[in-house]
Nanobody, 125 residues
Framework: QVQLVESGGGQAQAGGSLRLSCAAS????????GGWFRQAPGKEREFVAA????????YYADSVKGRFAISRDDAKATVYLQMNSLKPEDTAVYYC??????????????????WGQGTQVTVSS
């Protein structure tokens, strides 16, 4: 049974930091591109960051570039999102995702993904 389980969400002040974790099980995570999306109330789910299965060239949405950092630990089958310099507009439910097909690069809402259940991040001003 495939599972992606997020943790680390919560509340932060503007300018603060949070670190999200996503633990994968039920498939060989080291072969799959993984990443993060978010969805604010009344808005569509949007891409935040992704890291390819080979760990090369992580990429980010323009809105988080320079503030967020994605990483992966394949030994722990976990992908992380370090969020610094948080802004109120970062408030959203954050979802972990991984490509279903191994050894494919790229991640978006259009790719065929496994999804986590989401974790709430709230940033107050």
């Amino acid at each position: 049974q495939v599972q992606l389980v997020e943790s680390g969400g919560g509340q932060a002040q503007a300018g603060g930091s949070l670190r999200l974790s996503c633990a994968a099980s039920g498939f060989t995570f080291s072969s799959n591109t993984g990443g993060w999306f978010r969805q604010a109330p009344g808005k569509e789910r949007e891409f935040v960051a992704a890291i390819n299965w080979n760990g090369v060239n992580p990429y980010y949405a323009d809105s988080v570039k320079g503030r967020f950092a994605i990483s992966r630990d394949d030994a722990k089958a976990t992908v992380y999102l370090q969020m610094n310099s948080l802004k109120p507009e970062d408030t959203a439910v954050y979802y972990c995702a991984a490509r279903r097909i191994p050894f494919r690069t790229g991640l978006s809402t259009s790719t065929d993904n496994y999804w986590g259940q989401g974790t709430q991040v709230t940033v107050s001003s």
